[in-house]
């Protein structure tokens, strides 16, 4: 018999057990993050070497039991069986249990070895539960459970190589026939309903069975239905049910009956705990960080520090980056000749990838700060006080988290969704984490408000322009509010899931946890979402620059250039007509870009939308913007100086380039009729459109990433650009018949 090298083994605990902070202690650095397919669970792999041998590991979401009611919770079940064909077999089951709380804990171990999977017990958190006084006989545990049961304390490494030592040798081993901890009656139950639900003339494994059993929801008959199961066995599994509830043992009851009866049993003289249990630290801070009041002054300066230092460290490392893509793009065009070569490198490929890598220093910086709060333990006190603020709106505090990331960007909000577990509020969050206003709406409102909301006072001392900034954000939450309720009531119905959250033991971060899960976050972000920028960003480029066959340019404003370039050549640099006619060949190579960009495929496209956009108040100018800024609405800014002569290298966090865009703004009329395009309505119209839209292909490829499927962020760019344009168009249209003192 050839000796075997390679083993899967898979992880699995309750969540705050240390069992993210073990898999990086036993993979290191070899491993990777997607998600399972056809779900938006994580799936999350690692390599591990030992004695020779080599073992991929699989870390299981964290769960309280292995009752599978979602597609999400059935991951880990049918991982653990080979249902999966995305997964190997799995040889051998690592059980994080925090020592601290075994009773808890020991609950999900009776159903792991229920599976009849070799399985080893890593006890971590035994410092966390001398602190409380308790005292564990591990020897006494081993042979209670008939598994090797290893003492760990994974942030600190130790025990590691001895739980390597156990999982290589359960791997190979074969594991013990177990005594079932339900009553005989419920067993014999099980064994007929696992013989009459047939697929193909194959029994299901024990396991699903005893879970069809257990399963009022009726959510696993409908998986194995839909599987191809007997049907016919409905009529069975009802009458069984009733047998037993007539025998004393109602389901789902008679299994915490008997996994907490087989728990105590095990427990017995093994744990001994103190006769009152000692305040800790942990529970001295907590009576102020979850007090009511208190607490949430802590939470609201935490997150103001949080989304202040984001902005303030990530600004000019993203300041560095923009240079750095800038310098690029200089050299290129110095190195080659003027052509759709040339355009094509600097503004499609260098500016696309630039346009992704812009964002990823608020990425780091952000992910840095929630990660040391989770690891920390702080993140779930916050979700405990945002709680009764959420459900509200149908979500839980685990929710506002991923929302208040929003406010900076979409991509890590949505990102950050994967602390919650349960699947509707998870994907809810998903739909409207992109309707708070984030970083890259800004410079929108910043020039339009600028321009054309007048410098004056409300109530005698509010800044109307500071108050149209505030209410564009207070409209983004406004409508997230209204569209998760809206979605919590109709796709996505269900109850809203009790808060059920353990508060962890306060902790220094772990400083290699921290760096871990920002480096896969990075990663993520620039692998998933940069590589469709960079083709979306040579699609627009591509609609930008052609056709490219102008005859004003070729028969009027390129022989001009001609002759104001020769004449440049004969005079030397520092003569103040030299400076006069490169002033002049600006201006008029801004010209050109203008009238190329208005006879390009954008441009048409813009001025073929104008009717739809007309009632908005929107000339083809601004409707060409707004469809360049789908890929990244930051673009439009850009796009417009195109438009208005200024060029596409404006950079609007200059108040000279503000003045400028905002004057040609002011000047610009309609074609046909010579009126002013802009006013106060059409403003607020556009501010109004950009806050509600989806114009962001990083944020849309993260929520597919996230979601696993291309359905969701279909119908969030649908249900989006619907709210904008209806937004845009009630804001127009109500404010045009304003007074003319208020619609400008």
């Not at 059993?213 to 016919?232: H, P, R």
């Amino acid at each position: 018999m050839t000796e075997r090298s390679k083993f899967t083994v898979a992880l699995i605990g309750n969540p705050n057990t240390g069992k993210s902070t073990l898999f990086t202690a036993l993979a290191g650095v070899r491993q990777r993050v997607g998600n399972y397919p056809g779900v938006t669970v994580e799936k999350k792999l690692g390599g591990m070497h030992f004695e020779g041998r080599q073992f991929q590991l699989i870390d299981l979401p964290g769960t309280y039991s292995l009752a599978p009611r979602s597609p999400d919770e059935m991951v880990a079940v049918d991982v653990l069986l080979h249902r999966r064909d995305d997964t190997s077999r799995v040889d051998a089951v690592l059980s994080i249990v925090d020592a601290s709380n075994l009773e808890r804990n020991l609950y999900l171990v009776s159903q792991v070895l229920e599976l009849g999977l070799p399985t080893v017990v890593a006890l971590n958190m035994t410092d966390i539960a001398r602190v409380r006084g308790l005292s564990i006989d591990i020897e006494r545990l081993r042979e209670r459970l008939g598994i090797p049961v290893i003492e760990v304390q994974a942030n600190r490494r130790i025990g590691v190589n001895e739980l390597k030592r156990a999982l290589a040798d359960a791997a190979e081993s074969t594991p013990a026939q177990r005594r079932s901890p339900f009553p005989e009656a419920f067993q014999n139950e099980t064994s007929q309903l696992q013989a009459a639900w047939k697929n193909g003339g194959a029994e299901l494994p024990r396991y699903l069975a005893e879970r069809l059993l257990l399963d009022t929801s009726g959510y696993l008959q409908q998986v194995l239905s839909s599987e191809g199961q007997n049907g016919d066995s409905t009529a069975k599994l009802a009458a069984a049910r009733q047998r037993l509830a007539a025998a004393g043992l109602p389901v789902p009851a008679v299994e915490a009956q008997a996994r907490y009866g087989w728990v105590a049993d095990v427990l017995s003289g093994v744990v001994a705990r103190p006769a009152q249990r000692p305040v800790s630290s942990s529970d001295r801070l907590d009576k102020f960080l979850t007090h009511k009041l208190w607490g949430s002054i802590v939470f609201a300066i935490l997150m103001l520090i949080v989304f202040s230092s984001v902005f303030i460290f990530a600004d000019p490392v993203m300041g560095l980056i923009d240079g750095w893509i800038g310098s690029l793009g200089e050299v290129v065009t110095s190195l080659m000749p003027e052509g759709p070569l040339q355009s094509l490198l600097v503004d499609g490929v260098i500016g696309g990838v630039g346009s992704v890598l812009i964002f990823l220093p608020q990425i780091v910086f952000l992910f840095f700060f929630l990660a040391v709060l989770e690891d920390c333990g702080y993140m779930a006190r916050a979700a405990y006080l945002m709680d009764k603020l959420m459900v509200r709106v149908g979500l839980s505090g685990k929710s506002f988290i991923p929302l208040l990331s929003s406010f900076a960007c979409a991509i890590p909000g949505v990102m950050a969704t994967r602390v919650i577990e349960n699947r509707r509020d998870r994907l809810t969050t998903i739909l409207v984490a992109p309707l708070m206003s984030c970083s890259a709406r800004l410079p929108v409102y910043a020039i339009l408000i600028g321009a054309f909301i007048p410098a004056t006072t409300v109530l005698g001392f509010l800044p109307l322009q500071g108050v149209t900034l505030f209410a564009m954000y207070i409209q983004g939450m406004l409508v997230a509010a209204i569209v998760a309720l809206v979605l919590k009531r109709t796709l996505l119905r269900g109850p809203t899931p009790p808060f059920v959250m353990e508060l962890p033991t306060y902790k220094w971060p772990s400083v290699r946890n921290v760096l871990q899960r920002i480096g896969e976050r990075a990663w993520s972000f620039i692998y998933r979402a940069g590589t469709l920028i960079f083709a979306v960003s040579v699609l627009i480029w591509a609609a930008t620059y052609y056709p490219r066959n102008s005859l004003e340019v070729s028969e009027t404003l390129a022989p001009r250039r001609d002759a104001l370039a020769a004449e440049l050549e004969t005079l030397p640099e520092d003569s103040p007509r030299h400076a006069e006619l490169n002033e002049q060949l600006g201006d008029l190579d801004n010209e050109i870009a203008a009238v190329y960009q208005r006879d390009s495929y954008l441009g048409r496209a813009g001025q073929w939308i104008e009717p739809a956009v007309r009632p908005l108040g929107w000339d083809w100018r601004i409707g060409c913007a707004a469809i360049a800024s789908f890929p990244a609405r930051e673009v439009v800014m850009g796009v417009l100086g195109v438009i208005y002569n200024l060029g596409g290298d404006l950079d609007v966090g200059e108040a000279s380039d503000q003045d400028r865009l905002g004057s040609r703004m002011k000047a610009a009329v309609w074609d046909d009729t010579g009126e002013p395009v802009y006013n106060i309505p059409v403003a607020l119209s556009i501010m109004v459109f950009f806050a509600l839209c989806a114009q962001c292909a990083a944020t849309l490829v993260v929520i597919s990433r996230e979601t696993n499927s291309w359905r969701w962020p279909i119908f969030t760019f649908v249900y989006m650009t619907s709210l904008a344009y209806i937004g845009a168009l009630l804001t127009y249209q109500i404010g045009m018949r304003l007074p003319a003192w208020i619609s400008g």
